[in-house]
């Protein structure tokens, strides 16, 4: 399917030829009739000789109606320049072609219309000066045919142009991202909401749910036409009827997209490569106000340029285009930017990316992104994406998912599969899933983990690591990220992880000999007094760092200020006590102190400690199990097997 759409001077006799070639009347409202002047988009179909069949969009040719001209030559494939021989090349057919230009439609066939009015030699002479007109644009070289709507001469040679022109025109791909840029909306008796675009890079069924991009609506396809025949499934590249279920007409305006759920997501900030027009009178300048055309969509907006002072008549730059209000576009669509007041097409290009941070201007970092996210291969873009362009902007600090790697290239999801597998295999992206980020990301994460850990064991050479919390928030890395990246590290032998503290691979706290010797005696002094241990600190040779040391491998549990008892008598104590309570209720100091034949002090120490971890809990003179005392036991176990540091001495 292709749309052939029109162009040209008001009264030129655009709207007579297509109903001539059509047998269509395109000025449908009883103003258009009256006023014999076309004022909104009108529509038709025709089957050309070679059997095929073709939509036409019909535009206004007045200046003032220039936006609906822009809305309905977005998906245009081939464009009809009428021009009537009499008056010749007019403002209006200059400012369509110009436009038709900068939305790069290159096939095109000029119809030299009301030839009848004209001699042979004016109409020599006018098709020369179209000749002219049309050099140097995409449609340079278009067919010229003189013609005449009202006697029919001429007609069939226009088919035969529109069908050769078509010949040529791209086939319609399906992308399978359908979108329906909307340039009509009305209701039908009967039906409800009904709007009309072309369909591109995708196909619509009906029932399908879709959603109407910048507003994010939902709603479902009730019905589905082409050329007034009504169709199960619509292919890429005509013109569509979509009756939608589930929205009003007030819901829904010229400019909104059609599209699958979350396919377009709506966009404030535009990445374009922009060339200004040549007739310019001045130079466009930075922060300018504009309007920004893409698709059938028209918003107010701002031109930053990124790479130049002014983009000088004729020039082409890189531009972020600054919308007051966000609108469905996407990567690849066609921009049209255009003076508000007094109006006049200023530039246009193409969007590179529809997603972007906000640039600063004059940086070849940003400079250098543009032109692979224009023309880069998809290796490049996924590689650019990584490599995060603004240090704010990734929460997840150069680890992007793939479907944020995705958004960033604008590319689908199973081409960046594709690539990712590559620029990994190629040494330059590393994996720490379900994140992805550039080697030198992951280097430089890795060296500084390595620029943190180290001093940390040369300053505590008894501790077994940092506690991991305190690396992640000085890597700034998200609790998301570090849950993902520490078993990365600890696989690339960057570090070990030891539940809650982490340590370079190769730290191992290690005890002087004088310092072992020390450790025995606080091991045997507690193998002798296990219930009612001396203050430690005063053995000979035992310092705090030693004692923390103990404390960390899980081999003294401290429970007061000083006082330490050996894991075993611990453990034995805490056992007791719970068993207690549950047996009669409830457990004193006495009983402790009777039972373990040791002191008020160090029964009353031990249950203080509990209390504070909430493992007991008091009531009056008596402990009874606090909110914590289930998970007892499992954490016990853990601190045997020595893989959970005992913080709670600290
Ligand atoms: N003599 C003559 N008049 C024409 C021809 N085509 C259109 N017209 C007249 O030109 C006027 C403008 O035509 P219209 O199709 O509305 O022009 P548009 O504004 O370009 O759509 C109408 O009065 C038409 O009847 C033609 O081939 N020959
Ligand atoms: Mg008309």
């Known amino acids: 399917m292709h749309v052939i759409g029109t162009a040209g001077h008001i009264d030129h006799g655009k709207s007579t030829l297509v109903h001539a070639l059509t047998g269509i009347d395109p000025d449908r409202l009883q103003e258009e009739k009256r006023r014999g002047m076309t004022i909104e988009l009108g529509f038709a179909w025709l089957r050309l000789p070679s059997g095929r069949e073709a939509s036409v969009v019909d535009v206004p040719g ?18 009809l320049l009428v021009v009537a021989a009499d008056e010749g090349v007019m403002p209006q057919t200059r400012e369509h072609l110009q436009i038709l230009d900068l939305l790069g439609v290159s096939r095109g066939v000029v119809a030299l219309t009301k030839r009848d009015l004209v001699d042979e030699e004016w109409l020599e002479l006018v098709r020369d000066d179209v000749r002219a007109t049309l050099e140097g644009t995409t449609l340079a070289g278009a067919p010229i045919i003189p013609c005449a ?8 040679d226009v088919r035969a142009a529109l069908d050769t022109a078509l010949d040529q025109a791209l086939e319609h791909p399906d992308r399978r991202r359908p979108h329906l840029p909307v340039d009509r909306v009305f209701t039908l008796a009967g039906f409800g909401t009904v709007v009309t675009g072309t369909l591109l890079d995708g196909s619509l069924a009906v029932g399908q749910e879709v959603e109407l991009s910048p507003q994010g609506r939902r709603a479902r396809i009730r019905g589905l036409q082409a050329h007034k025949t009504k169709l199960e499934r619509a292919q890429p590249g005509g013109r569509v009827a979509v009756n939608l279920a589930g929205v009003s007409t007030e819901e829904v305006a010229r400019g909104d997209v059609v599209a699958l759920p979350g396919a377009i997501p709506p966009a404030v900030r535009l990445d374009v490569r922009l060339r200004a027009v040549s007739d310019l009178a001045a130079p ?9 055309h893409t698709g059938a969509a028209e918003v107010a907006g701002r031109l930053g340029l990124l790479d130049r002072a002014e983009l000088e008549p004729g020039d082409e730059g890189w531009a972020q285009l600054r919308l007051a209000e966000p609108i469905a576009a996407a990567r690849g669509d066609r921009v049209v930017v255009r003076r508000p007041s007094p109006s006049a097409t200023l530039a246009g290009g193409v969007i ?6 906000r640039h600063r201007r004059f940086v070849q970092r940003v400079l250098r992104h543009l032109e692979v996210a224009a023309a880069g291969t998809p290796e490049d873009r996924v590689l650019d994406a990584l490599i995060a362009l603004n240090p ?17 290239a604008n590319l689908p999801a199973p081409d960046v599969q594709g690539a990712l597998d590559t620029v990994f295999s190629a040494g330059q992206a590393r994996r720490a899933a379900p994140y992805w980020c550039a080697a030198a990301t ?13 001093p940390y064991h040369t300053r505590y050479p008894l501790r077994r690591g ?7 928030t000085r890597l700034r890395l998200a609790p998301d990220v570090w849950e993902a990246v520490a078993p990365a590290l600890e696989e690339a032998s960057v570090v070990r992880l030891h539940g809650e503290t982490i340590s370079l691979t190769d730290h191992e ?6 310092q072992e010797r020390a450790v025995a005696i606080v091991r045997e002094t507690l193998a002798a007094r296990p219930y009612t241990p001396p203050t430690l600190g005063e053995l000979p040779g035992v310092d705090a760092a030693l004692l923390e040391s103990l404390v960390e491998r899980g081999e003294l549990a401290p429970i007061a200020e000083g006082i330490y008892l050996g894991r075993a008598a611990y453990d034995e104590m805490l056992a007791v006590v719970l068993e207690t309570i549950d047996r009669e209720g409830s457990v004193t100091v006495a009983v402790l102190r009777d039972r373990f034949g040791t002191s008020r002090k160090y029964a009353l120490a031990l249950l203080e400690r509990l209390d504070d971890e909430r493992i007991t809990r008091r009531v009056g003179d008596a402990r009874v199990r606090g909110s914590r005392s289930r998970g007892v036991e499992s954490r016990k176990s853990k601190v045997e097997s020595g893989s959970v540091e005992d913080g709670s001495g600290r």
Do not use: K, Y
């Open 442 to 454: 992951w280097d430089g994460v890795a060296e500084r983990a390595r620029a943190i850990l180290a």
């Open 284 to 292: 466009l300048t930075h922060n300018m106000p504009v309007t920004v």
């Open 392 to 408: 704010g902007a990734g929460a997840g600090g150069g680890f992007l998912t793939l479907d944020e790697v995705a958004a960033r």
């Open 509 to 514: 706290p290690r005890f002087s000999p004088t």
């Open 466 to 472: 940092l506690p991991a919390e305190e690396l992640r």
């Open 149 to 156: 709507a009202t006697t029919g001469a001429g007609l069939d």
């Open 62 to 79: 007045h200046e003032r109606f220039i936006r609906q001209m822009l809305a309905g030559s977005g998906g245009v494939d081939v464009a």
């Open 352 to 357: 590179v990316d529809a997603q972007p941070v």
